[in-house]
């Protein structure tokens, strides 16, 4: 296996895909990948939410119904078996993120736990991790380039699936990233009821990439997409080459808000924008917060600097034992269609992290 940064024996070992073809062939391809690097077969689910999905996805995401055809060609299965040809899953409750738009880029963060599933999961039940073999939960992140022969082209960047994405640029000049948008009231499901109709949290960023070509495609688009959660929701940065930006969150109530600034950065971490408007009167941070809040004011007075240097003022402290590391830092140019990205490969010297070279990717035909 060739990786284009980092390997088995760091942190991070970041895989590659670029895919040409029908959106019936790139779902192939992404099936085949999935069978050669791991033991995932589509999970049975319920057949009135399998026909649900196919259906959601039919009318508002036709380009993933396509995918899923072909993925489940690969499979040896029938388009409409009952199972999820997606790994749906939410996001663990804790994990954070910072990003800025700044007129012209969009940079962000990602911040997130260094443990295995299983490991998390003891944490979360109050017991002390075992390492039990299995990688960490990110460490296996894709970069995807899809260059359907039908749709839009994009380049995108997935913590390990390859369903969704945490971030990503498309051919017209959308760009959008994923953040949790409350860590305090973030309340993962004791019970886990799998994939439902509409978007998964993973799948917002795919959707925007594969559906708009810019923030008015993207805003209806979210309007009229059926979202869940499971607990852990988050709110979405978009942008496009106009120099246009948005970040979109749901609220009490299902109510919906496009926070935008009229000039200067627009910045987000992992609270709800619209509930604290004002960045001067901000609370402070709680052993809950994850420091979201003065991560917010320092990427905001940084943000003249640019959006790397922004983003490195805020990339979570070395701190031996602590479960947690900024595993990557992306900057998106909309208007040269590109996604340049650092990844953390390991612990250096005397609290410092060891980074890849940044690699620049594009979205090309």
Same mark, same amino acid.
């Given at each position: 296996?060739?990786?284009i940064?980092?390997?088995?024996?760091d942190?991070?070992?970041v895989?590659?895909?670029?895919?040409?073809g029908t959106?019936?062939e790139?779902?192939?391809?992404?099936?085949?990948?999935?069978?050669?690097?791991?033991?995932?077969?589509?999970?049975?689910?319920?057949?009135?939410?399998?026909?649900?999905?196919?259906?959601?996805?039919?009318?508002?995401?036709?380009?993933?119904?396509?995918?899923?055809?072909?993925?489940?060609?690969?499979?040896?299965?029938?388009?409409?078996?009952?199972?999820?040809?997606?790994?749906?899953?939410?996001?663990?409750?804790?994990?954070?993120?910072?990003?800025?738009?700044?007129?012209?880029?969009?940079?962000?963060?990602?911040?997130?736990?260094?443990?295995?599933?299983?490991?998390l999961?003891?944490?979360?039940?109050?017991?002390?991790?075992?390492?039990?073999?299995?990688?960490?939960?990110a460490?296996r992140?894709?970069?995807?380039?899809?260059?359907?022969?039908?749709?839009i082209?994009?380049t995108?960047?997935s913590?390990?699936?390859? %369903?969704?994405?945490? $971030?990503?640029?498309? #051919?017209?000049? +959308?760009?959008?990233?994923? &953040?949790m948008?409350?860590?305090?009231? !973030?309340?993962?499901?004791e019970?886990?009821p799998?994939?439902?109709?509409?978007l998964?949290?993973?799948?917002?960023?795919?959707y925007?990439?594969?559906?708009?070509?810019?923030?008015?495609?993207?805003?209806?688009?979210?309007?009229?997409?059926?979202?869940?959660a499971?607990?852990?929701?988050?709110?979405?940065?978009?942008?496009?080459?106009?120099?246009?930006?948005?970040?979109?969150?749901?609220?009490?109530?299902?109510?919906?808000?496009?926070?935008?600034?009229?000039?200067?950065?627009?910045?987000?971490t992992?609270h709800?924008?619209?509930?604290?408007?004002?960045? %001067?009167?901000?609370? $402070?941070?709680?052993? #809950?917060?994850m +420091?979201?809040?003065?991560? &917010?004011?320092?990427?905001t007075?940084? !943000?003249e600097?640019?959006?790397?240097?922004?983003?490195?003022a805020?990339?979570?402290?070395?701190?031996?034992?602590a479960?947690?590391?900024?595993l990557?830092?992306?900057?998106?140019?909309?208007a040269?269609?590109?996604?340049?990205?650092?990844?953390?490969l390991?612990?250096g010297?005397h609290g410092?992290?060891?980074h890849?070279?940044?690699?620049t990717?594009?979205?090309?035909?």
């Open positions: 296996m060739t990786y940064a980092g390997s088995p024996e942190f991070l070992a895989r590659q895909l670029t895919l040409r959106q019936a790139i779902g192939h391809a992404l099936a085949a990948e999935m069978k050669a690097r791991t033991g995932w077969t589509p999970p049975p689910t319920d057949p009135i939410v399998a026909r649900a999905r196919r259906v959601w996805f039919e009318r508002n995401w036709p380009q993933y119904a396509a995918r899923t055809a072909g993925f489940a060609e690969a499979y040896g299965l029938a388009a409409d078996a009952a199972v999820c040809f997606d790994n749906a899953t939410a996001l663990p409750a804790g994990s954070g993120c910072s990003a800025l738009w700044t007129g012209s880029a969009l940079g962000r963060n990602y911040d997130f736990f260094t443990l295995s599933w299983s490991q999961g003891a944490v979360m039940a109050g017991a002390e991790p075992v390492d039990d073999g299995t990688v960490p939960m460490s992140p894709y970069v995807l380039t899809t260059i359907p022969d039908d749709g082209a994009s995108s960047l913590m390990s699936t390859v %369903d969704g994405a945490m $971030e990503g640029v498309n #051919e017209a000049g +959308l760009v959008v990233a994923l &953040l948008a409350d860590l305090e009231a !973030a309340t993962p499901l019970h886990d799998g994939p439902q109709a509409g998964s949290v993973p799948q917002v960023c795919r925007l990439l594969d559906t708009c070509e810019n923030v008015d495609e993207a805003k209806e688009a979210l309007m009229l997409a059926k979202q869940y499971h607990g852990a929701p988050c709110h979405y940065i978009v942008a496009d080459a106009s120099g246009r930006g948005f970040v979109y969150e749901r609220g009490a109530h299902d109510i919906e808000y496009f926070v935008e600034v009229a000039d200067g950065p627009l910045c987000v992992n709800p924008l619209h509930r604290y408007p004002d960045i %001067d009167a901000l609370p $402070e941070d709680t052993p #809950e917060t +420091l979201t809040y003065q991560r &917010l004011r320092t990427i007075k940084e !943000a600097a640019g959006p790397r240097d922004a983003l490195d805020v990339s979570v402290a070395i701190e031996p034992g479960p947690w590391r900024t990557w830092r992306s900057v998106l140019d909309p040269a269609r590109t996604m340049s990205t650092r990844f953390y390991g612990d010297d410092t992290a060891r890849s070279p940044e690699l990717f594009g979205v090309s035909r």
